[in-house]
């Protein structure tokens, strides 16, 4: 069976002296509201529509378990009512967004996190056998790894997700990735990489890997090159201005690049012990960046899927170490929580 590992302790400690807190509670709070407001029925809306939808039930669900209150009882239960309601007879899960397999990572993850897992899809029967692995991966789009992540790392999270009781593909589905990483970057493909100082560019290969190494540490794997993986990290964030965008900017710039670049970068500096003072500067000042961007009110309104990448953001800082004032609400690594967003 494909089993996930539990999460240990913080992933970056630091011998620098503690940065002062960043203050995020009034963020949370907004947060929070918000929550309130878009729920509709048993489900929430991701949007401002008068029904519930499959990813603004599944961003909500993620953001009460990164909140530390996750949905339990009769909440829970109800959220994966409304989630169901959005599934196929060939187990797949429609939406308005994103494709079929990313909706159905959603979904399934984000039932096993209320404690209901659904049982494996029919419609991916097909690619969990061992023979299947490299006509459907070497298939993908890899001139655009960001996008091909939603493909790869939606059918193992929902393998991940479901049960799924095939080790000789689980073997040969990681192996594929062991055989095409780069080893200078520490990401995938081998030979296709970005360009640094264009967005996506090379940030794109590290936000492909980011869909991978959230699985693979729920898997208990260890992953190729982690030092070159923060090298990368620390090289795009020096040359890739939607990283760290500047008071100027756009709020719209906040969310999932900075949760997949904290991520990979700060996990992977963690697991090699390598640049690791470095880092945590770095993170740090994405912190104090974040705080700052997300006193606007407008952060936690909108897309309620981009406000769940802000607090996933916030609790990831939290968890590798950097000091986050929550108002005492206990923060949990989302991608810890549930390994897919």
Known sequence: MVTAA?????????????????????????VEARLAGARRGGGWTRGDAAYPDLYGTAAAAGIRAALGSPLAGDEAARAAAAIRAFRRPDGAFDDLTHGPMHRTATATATLRLLGRPDAPPAFVADLLR????????????????????HEFAGLLAVALATGVDEPAWLEAYLGWFDAHVEEATGLWPRGRMGRVDAFPGRFGNLAGAF???????????????????????????????????????????????QLDWAYSTGRAAARARHRVGEVRRALDGLAAAAATAFDDPAAAAGDLHVVQARVALVAELAHQGVPVETGGRPLRALTDARPFI
Do not use: I, N, Q, Y
Not at 6 to 30: E, H, I, M, W, Y
Not at 141 to 148: G, N, Q, S
Not at 215 to 225: F, N, Q, Y
């Open 6 to 30: 539990r999460s240990t302790g913080p992933a970056t400690p630091s011998t620098d002296a503690a940065a002062p807190p960043v203050d995020v509670r009034a963020f949370l709070d907004a």
């Open 130 to 149: 061992p023979e299947a692995v490299g006509p459907f991966l070497d298939g993908l789009d890899w001139d655009a790894p960001w996008p091909a992540s």
């Open 211 to 257: 869909h991978l190494h959230f699985l693979l540490e729920a898997l208990g794997r260890d992953w190729p090159h982690p030092e070159r993986v923060a090298e990368s990290g620390l090289e795009l964030l020096d040359a890739v201005r939607p990283l760290r965008p500047d008071p100027a900017d756009a709020l719209d710039a906040w969310g999932f690049p």
